[in-house]
Nanobody, 118 residues
């Protein structure tokens, strides 16, 4: 099993910044990708940013490109999301996500609330 612990959510004003962190523990051998998804009220969960463990390649949702940056620390099995130029539409619960090729499955964190006021 893999456990994901998120931190760093909170309240920000439009144009401000927040940084999310997620640390994986447990059976972390074989991480393929880690990343962040979000879910706003009455909307489906959507991918925000992901990073591939083997080569640091990244992919982003179009709406966050140029504003959000995903990074990782492989020694700490951690992934980060630097969110700049925040907009009210970024308000959502942000979930840390991990896909393990060793386990053949994905894992989710509990989620952290991000609220951006206008």
């Amino acid at each position: 099993q893999v456990q994901l612990e998120e931190s760093g959510g909170g309240l920000a004003q439009a144009g401000g910044s927040l940084r999310l962190s997620c640390a994986a523990s447990g059976r972390t051998f074989g991480i393929y990708k880690m990343g962040w998804y979000r879910q706003a009220p009455e909307k489906e969960r959507e991918m925000v940013a992901r990073i591939t463990w083997s080569d640091d390649s990244t992919d982003y949702q179009d709406s966050v490109k140029g504003r959000f940056t995903i990074s990782r620390n492989s020694a700490k099995n951690s992934v980060y999301l630097q969110m700049n130029s925040l907009k009210p539409e970024d308000t959502a619960i942000y979930y840390c996500w991990l896909y393990s090729y060793a386990a053949g499955r994905e894992y989710w964190g509990q989620g952290t609330q991000v609220t951006v006021s206008s």
